[in-house]
C-alpha cells in the first residue's frame, strides 16, 4: 500500500478511505449492524470492521446475512451478488421487524444535515427562494432513528451546511429530541449519536463533543453550525498500513469512493473496465 | 376483490388503460401501486402504455421508485405520489420528476419505510391500521397527519399506521402461468418479496411478465392465481429496469438518459431517445 500521489486515486487515502477507517472504529464486537444497498463506503466501513477488528461483529447488507466475500464492485451493478455471498436472506418484512424489535444495534446513514442534537434530515431543504429542495428520500432512516440502538451519520467534504445548528427538516429524530419535544410515541434508539467526516468525529447530543480532527483546531470549531466541546479533543492519526491493506483487499476497485462526487465517474469507468458481467 | 377466479387471466397491453378506466367509471380517484425495487423490475412496459394512451394524472404508490415514476412524470401522467424514494441509484436523481415537483404540479406523500410497509402489511390483514413505533419525532409523522392509538394491555402509546390499499397494482416477473400464478424471481436480489407485500394489499394486481409457461413449469411460485386479476406477456417488459436472473439494467441507456436532460434536452424527448423501445409501447 502506498500513499505516494503517483498510485491509482483508489490507493491513495481518499476522503472515503479516511471515512471507512473511522466508521469502522464506531463498532462494537456484538453491534448487528445494518447497511443499506447503494452506500458503497458503509459496505466498506463495515467489512473492514469485521475483517480487522471485530471478527463476531454481525453485518447485514440490506436484507442479506452475513454476506463473506462479497465483491463490492459487483454488487453495484448486479442485485443479487450480496445475496448470494449471504448465510441467508431476510425478506423485507423480517428486516423491518428485526428493526422494530430494537435487535439491530447500528447503522450507518448519510443524511444531507445532522444538527447538535443527532437530528437527521434526508428529505428536502428550503431553497433561497423560499420553496423547498427535495432530495431522493429519507427510506428508512425515520425509523431507524427510532428503533436501531445508535445511528453514525457520514458525510464526504466536510462542510458547515451538513452541520446546522438545527436541521431544516427532521426525517429520523435522535433521542434527546424525542425527549425535548414530548414526542407522541416513544422508542428506544438514540439516533444519530456520532457524525464522521474525512476530517472529524463529533459526538452529538445536548453537549456536543469533537472526538478527533485533522489540521488546526481552532479552526476545525468554526467549522460545526453549533458549538463543540474540545477538552477532550485529539488529532487524529493516520490510517495504519495493515488497515489499508484490508481495505484494498476488500475493495480493489474503489467502489467506495463512488460517495464521493470528485471520484464518481473513475469509479464507474473502472466498473465498466472490469466488465463486470450483470447476470 | 375483482375478476381473481381460476380462469385464463391474459390479456394484452391494449386492456391496461381500461383497467384504470373501470375504476374511474364507477366515480373513484384510484390508488395504482407500481412494484419493482429502485431499477429492478419496474413494469415499464404497462407505464409506456398508459403514457401513450394518455390517462389523466395518476395517485400513484411506488416506495422505491426510479425509471417509473421518471417516465410518469415526463408525459405529465403523475399528480401524487407516497414513497420513500425517488432516484436513480449511482447515476443521480429523477430530472423530470425533481422539476415537477419544483414546480408544484405533483403532491409527494414521503413516507418511511415502516410507515409503507405497516400500511400494506393493514391492508394486506384486512386491518384499518397496525400500530407502530416507527418513525416517532419525525416531521414524517407529523406531515402524515399520524394518529395514535393507547395499547389496551400496556398503555403504550403507538402509531396507527393507516392502511395503504392500491385500488390496482402493477407488477412485473419473470414468468407465470395463464392462471395467474406468479413464479418467484430466479435469482433472489435485494427486496426480492416486496411485490408480493404489495399485491397482497391491493385490489386488483396486473402481472406483466416475460414469458407465460404451463403451471407444471413454475418453480415457486410466490404470488397465486387467486390474487392476480391479470397477466400480460410482455418479454423485455421491465427494462430499462432489470430482472435479475433474466437481464440487467440498462446502465449505458439510463446514463445516457441523464446525459441528454443535462445538457439541455426535455425529458420527454431524452426518454424516447434512451428507450426507443419504450416509445413504442
Redesign the interface.
Known amino acids: 500500500m502506498s500513499n505516494a500521489t503517483t498510485a491509482p486515486t483508489h490507493h491513495r487515502v481518499t476522503p472515503a478511505t479516511r471515512l471507512c477507517w473511522e466508521l469502522a472504529r464506531l463498532t462494537r464486537p456484538d453491534d448487528v449492524l445494518i447497511v443499506g444497498v447503494g452506500t458503497p463506503l458503509a459496505a466498506t466501513a463495515a467489512l473492514l470492521a469485521r475483517r480487522v477488528l471485530h471478527p463476531t461483529l454481525t453485518v447485514l447488507f440490506g436484507t442479506a446475512v452475513a454476506p463473506q466475500h462479497i465483491d463490492l464492485a459487483a454488487s453495484i451493478l448486479d442485485s443479487t451478488a450480496a445475496p448470494r455471498a449471504a448465510v441467508g436472506n431476510y425478506t423485507q418484512v423480517d428486516v423491518l421487524d428485526l428493526v422494530a424489535r430494537g435487535d439491530v444495534t447500528l447503522q450507518f446513514v448519510s443524511p444531507v444535515e445532522v444538527d447538535a442534537l443527532g437530528n437527521v434530515n434526508a428529505s428536502r431543504v428550503r431553497r433561497p427562494d423560499g420553496g423547498w429542495r427535495r432530495f431522493p428520500g429519507s427510506l428508512a432512516i425515520p425509523d431507524t432513528s427510532a428503533l436501531v440502538g445508535r445511528l453514525v451519520a457520514y458525510r464526504v467534504g466536510h462542510h458547515k451546511r451538513f452541520f446546522p445548528p438545527r436541521v431544516a427538516f427532521v426525517s429520523g429524530a435522535s433521542a434527546v429530541e424525542r425527549e425535548r419535544s414530548n414526542a407522541a410515541v416513544t422508542a428506544r434508539g438514540a439516533g444519530v449519536t456520532h457524525a464522521v467526516t474525512e476530517r472529524a468525529t463529533v459526538q452529538l447530543g445536548a453537549r456536543p463533543q469533537l472526538i478527533d480532527y485533522e489540521g488546526d483546531l481552532h479552526s476545525m470549531t468554526t467549522e460545526f453550525g453549533f458549538a463543540v466541546d474540545t477538552s477532550t479533543s485529539r488529532l487524529r492519526e493516520p490510517v495504519p498500513a495493515d488497515v489499508l491493506a484490508a481495505i484494498d483487499a476488500l475493495d480493489p476497485l474503489g467502489v467506495r469512493n463512488l460517495e464521493d462526487k470528485d471520484h464518481r465517474s473513475a469509479v464507474l469507468a473502472r466498473i465498466s473496465a472490469r466488465g463486470i458481467a450483470v447476470q | 376483490m375483482t375478476h381473481r377466479g381460476h380462469d385464463d387471466k391474459v390479456i394484452t397491453l391494449d386492456h391496461v388503460s381500461r383497467v384504470i378506466d373501470d375504476l374511474r367509471s364507477t366515480g373513484g380517484d384510484p390508488l395504482v401501486g407500481i412494484g419493482g ?2 431499477l ?1 423490475r419496474k413494469p415499464m412496459a404497462v407505464i409506456a402504455r398508459l403514457c401513450r394512451d394518455e390517462v389523466a394524472p395518476l395517485r400513484v404508490a411506488s416506495f422505491l421508485a426510479s425509471i417509473d415514476v421518471e417516465y410518469l412524470a415526463a408525459h405529465e401522467r403523475i399528480r401524487e405520489l407516497t ?5 436513480l ?2 447515476l443521480g ?1 429523477t430530472p423530470a420528476w ?1 422539476a415537477r ?2 414546480a ?1 404540479t405533483v403532491t ?1 406523500r ?1 413516507y ?4 409503507y ?1 405497516s400500511g400494506l ?1 393493514a391492508a394486506a390483514s384486512g386491518l384499518p391500521f397496525l400500530p ?10 407529523t406531515d402524515a397527519s399520524l394518529r ?1 392509538v393507547t395499547c389496551p394491555y400496556t398503555g ?4 396507527a399506521m393507516p392502511a395503504l390499499c392500491p385500488d390496482v397494482t402493477f407488477l412485473h416477473a419473470e414468468r407465470a402461468d395463464a392462471l395467474g400464478n406468479v413464479d418467484a424471481p430466479t ?8 411485490d408480493a ?1 404489495l399485491a397482497r394489499a391491493s385490489r386488483r394486481v396486473v402481472v406483466s411478465v416475460e414469458r407465460i409457461v404451463p403451471t407444471s413449469e413454475l418453480r415457486a411460485p410466490t404470488l397465486f392465481a387467486h390474487e392476480v386479476s391479470h397477466v400480460i406477456e410482455i418479454p423485455g417488459g421491465a427494462a430499462p429496469s ?1 430482472v ?6 440498462d ?1 449505458a441507456a439510463l446514463a445516457a438518459y441523464q446525459h441528454a436532460v443535462a445538457s439541455g434536452i426535455a425529458p420527454i424527448v431524452a426518454l424516447g431517445d434512451a428507450f426507443p423501445g419504450l416509445r413504442a409501447r
Not at chain 2, 418511511?112 to 410507515?115: A, H, K, Q
Not at chain 2, 407502530?132 to 409523522?141: P, Q
Not at chain 2, 403504550?156 to 402509531?159: G, M, Q, S
Not at chain 2, 435469482?187 to 416486496?194: G, S, Y
Open positions: 425495487v429502485v429492478r414513497t420513500g424514494y425517488v432516484g441509484e449511482t436523481t425533481n415537483v419544483d408544484g409527494v414521503e418511511s419505510e415502516l410507515m410497509i402489511r407502530s413505533r416507527g418513525a416517532a419525532g419525525s416531521d414524517l409523522a395514535t403504550e402509546t403507538l402509531w435469482e433472489r436480489d435485494f427486496l426480492w418479496d416486496a407485500t432489470e435479475p436472473g433474466a437481464y440487467g439494467a446502465f
